[in-house]
């Protein structure tokens, strides 16, 4: 059974399920035997903690709440590289919901590469990797598209410098939020999963550019970390 937690912090109202599916601090995650992935990760993961399913549902789930919330068309701002899956799955699923309803919204997509972490630990700090020139964000209606968001000081650091361009108006999708103590406010109006404070990979999130092609998300183990660590 997929260990959502129950009581207010998995409210079932829309605004509740805006904040995400909360797993429990002790979820193991699933065996590697009830699922396929590549081979060659066998001993570097220790199980699935969320199988590609799952995430892709609750995708679809999000374009839902995006399409209520906005009223015009949508400049999507995908961070990179680790939320280039979950922007392409949640724009496509925004697409098909649009022409199957009465509002349709047309959608750009643009690109941004930060840097926030070496092996498995936060950097904190804002690394944007090329330009800084966010211009063409000026007078939009912007999604920011990240797949994890964590202690919040990249986000909100990021945030801030799109600020400085202008928009209509900002919200974030986060597929991942993890549960940490020094989080101290939300910064993310979308979230598929809050998770707690554990290393995850899969789904394009990496370790040192490694797990990217797992489609599940998954568990590193310690012989992992310590294969790939740089």
Request: aromatic content about 10%; charged content about 25%.
């Amino acid at each position: 059974r997929f260990p959502v937690c129950t009581g207010s912090a998995a409210s079932m109202d829309n605004m509740g399920m805006k904040r995400g599916i909360v797993i429990k601090d002790d979820w193991p995650g699933y065996s590697l035997d009830l699922f396929t992935y590549p081979e060659h990760y066998h001993e570097d993961i220790e199980s699935v903690y969320i199988p590609h399913g799952v995430i892709m549902n609750r995708i679809e789930r999000l374009a839902r709440y995006i399409l209520d919330d906005f009223t015009e068309n949508i400049m999507v701002l995908c961070v990179l590289k680790g939320g280039y899956k979950f922007c392409a799955d949640l724009v496509e699923f925004i697409k098909v919901q649009g022409r199957n309803s009465n509002k349709y919204l047309e959608t750009r997509v643009e690109f941004i590469r930060l840097k926030s972490y070496v092996n498995d630990q936060s950097t904190q700090e804002l690394h944007i990797i090329g330009s800084r020139d966010l211009s063409f964000l000026c007078g939009k209606s912007v999604l920011i598209v990240e797949a994890m968001v964590d202690t919040g000081k990249t986000m909100k650091a990021l945030l801030k410098h799109v600020e400085t361009f202008q928009p209509k108006m900002v919200k974030v999708a986060g597929l991942l939020v993890k549960r940490v103590p020094t989080m101290t406010e939300s910064l993310t109006d979308y979230v598929g999963f809050e998770i707690p404070n554990r290393f995850v990979v899969g789904y394009a999130l990496d370790y040192n550019e490694y797990f990217r092609d797992l489609n599940h998300i998954c568990v590193i183990s310690s012989t992992g970390k310590l294969k790939y660590k740089i």
